[in-house]
């Protein structure tokens, strides 16, 4: 039967992969936004402004762009040393996608990837410069193919139908996707933690975004407790990882709500969870989400979360940008 033996949570996003002097490409788009999602309510960016009043001038000068980029990039060089050192066998990936496997004719709560190989490429958004300078950091340029663990996936689905999850699965990417590819939650795993090498893996994909089946917060922990037995059931595989990628909050940083994330993640306090506000998780904050699974898997498990750091990297004065959190549980 298979051991889990790491879990690994990181956030994913461009500003991890732009030059700090180019942030401002992210923030150009920002001020022309007309809805900032901030605890529940939406702003439009002059409204944040009025709302969120010192603003944050001092957090977003090049200097200190400067040095939250190279904490965050010192992080995943930590993660990916972990990952190596620990070598597991196969990897299940928790993540989302943003319209770029599923398209709105179809749109999943909850998908199980079972195909035999994962498509990453890079994907260019027109006139969207913040987001096309970090392409680079979900995939290699020319694209790539990654092996996928698809017994190990049917063992997932077939276990988690027993316990009474209804589970989609896609063994291929969409006809008519995006992306062409896997979403970039997972892109941004296998290309900049995992080196474009990782062990054959399953991608779980969360809907977080999009109304009206969104997984709720406790069946995403229900979730991971099942996929915790079901990754114990299996006799494939004998060292596997679970990873998370996405988060903290963003488009609008909230260090608050980022901080009760932590602090519930070191206590193992799932209950916390459980009750932020449904309405909290809008837009890339919804990501948090992402980490839930693997959140109550290591808490079933017994194991520890570490965190290598938590950076909130900023971008405007409206406070805009992103909160990143990089940890793994042993």
Same mark, same amino acid.
Request: charged share 25%.
């Given at each position: 039967?298979?051991?889990?033996?790491?879990?690994?949570?990181?956030? $994913?996003?461009?500003?991890?992969?732009?030059?700090?002097?180019?942030?401002?490409?992210?923030?150009? @788009?920002?001020?022309?936004?007309?809805?900032? *999602?901030?605890?529940?309510?939406?702003?439009?960016?002059?409204?944040?402004? /009025? @709302?969120?009043?010192?603003?944050?001038?001092?957090?977003?000068?090049?200097?200190?762009?400067?040095?939250?980029?190279?904490?965050?990039?010192?992080?995943?060089?930590?993660?990916?040393?972990?990952?190596?050192?620990?070598?597991?066998?196969? %990897?299940?990936?928790?993540?989302?996608?943003?319209?770029?496997?599923?398209?709105?004719?179809?749109?999943? =709560?909850?998908?199980?990837?079972? +195909?035999?190989?994962?498509?990453?490429?890079?994907?260019? !958004?027109?006139?969207?410069?913040?987001?096309?300078?970090?392409?680079?950091?979900?995939?290699?340029?020319?694209?790539?193919?990654?092996?996928?663990?698809?017994?190990?996936?049917?063992?997932?689905?077939?276990?988690?139908?027993?316990?009474?999850?209804?589970?989609?699965? =896609?063994?291929?990417?969409?006809?008519?996707?995006?992306?062409?590819?896997?979403? !970039?939650?997972?892109?941004?795993?296998?290309?900049?933690?995992?080196?474009?090498?990782?062990?054959?893996?399953?991608?779980? /994909?969360?809907?977080? $975004?999009?109304? $009206?089946?969104?997984?709720?917060?406790?069946?995403?922990?229900?979730?991971?407790?099942?996929?915790?037995?079901? /990754?114990?059931?299996?006799?494939?595989?004998?060292?596997?990882?679970?990873? @998370?990628? +996405?988060?903290?909050? !963003?488009? %609008? %940083?909230?260090?608050?709500?980022?901080?009760?994330?932590?602090?519930?993640?070191?206590?193992?306090?799932?209950?916390?969870?459980?009750?932020?506000?449904?309405?909290?998780?809008? %837009?890339?904050? @919804?990501? /948090?989400?992402? *980490?839930?699974?693997?959140?109550?898997?290591?808490?079933?498990?017994?194991?520890?979360?570490? =965190?290598?750091?938590?950076?909130?990297?900023?971008? =405007?004065?409206?406070?805009?940008?992103? +909160?990143?959190?990089?940890?793994?549980?042993?």
């Amino acid at each position: 039967m298979a051991e889990i033996v790491l879990g690994i949570g990181a956030s $994913h996003g461009p500003l991890l992969s732009t030059p700090p002097e180019k942030w401002d490409l992210r923030a150009k @788009a920002d001020r022309e936004n007309k809805s900032h *999602w901030f605890r529940g309510k939406s702003y439009t960016y002059d409204e944040l402004l /009025i @709302a969120r009043a010192p603003g944050f001038a001092g957090e977003v000068t090049v200097e200190v762009r400067r040095e939250r980029f190279e904490r965050c990039r010192a992080a995943m060089e930590v993660l990916t040393g972990i990952f190596k050192q620990v070598q597991p066998e196969a %990897v299940v990936i928790v993540g989302n996608d943003q319209r770029e496997f599923f398209g709105p004719d179809l749109t999943p =709560s909850i998908t199980i990837f079972n +195909g035999e190989k994962i498509v990453n490429v890079q994907h260019l !958004h027109e006139g969207s410069p913040g987001l096309n300078i970090a392409e680079g950091g979900n995939a290699p340029t020319e694209g790539t193919e990654y092996p996928g663990a698809a017994k190990l996936a049917n063992h997932l689905l077939t276990s988690l139908a027993d316990e009474n999850f209804d589970i989609a699965q =896609s063994s291929s990417t969409p006809k008519g996707s995006e992306r062409h590819g896997i979403p !970039h939650a997972y892109g941004f795993l296998y290309h900049s933690i995992l080196g474009d090498a990782p062990p054959p893996s399953v991608p779980v /994909i969360l809907n977080v $975004h999009y109304p $009206h089946n969104v997984p709720k917060n406790r069946r995403c922990l229900d979730m991971g407790k099942a996929l915790q037995r079901a /990754i114990r059931s299996f006799d494939g595989y004998k060292r596997v990882a679970m990873m @998370a990628s +996405g988060g903290l909050t !963003h488009f %609008v %940083v909230d260090e608050d709500l980022d901080q009760t994330i932590l602090e519930a993640l070191d206590k193992g306090d799932e209950n916390t969870l459980a009750a932020v506000p449904e309405n909290v998780f809008k %837009v890339g904050t @919804a990501e /948090i989400k992402n *980490w839930y699974p693997v959140i109550s898997a290591m808490n079933a498990e017994g194991r520890k979360y570490h =965190s290598v750091d938590y950076v909130p990297c900023y971008r =405007s004065e409206a406070g805009t940008g992103s +909160g990143m959190a990089f940890g793994y549980w042993d």
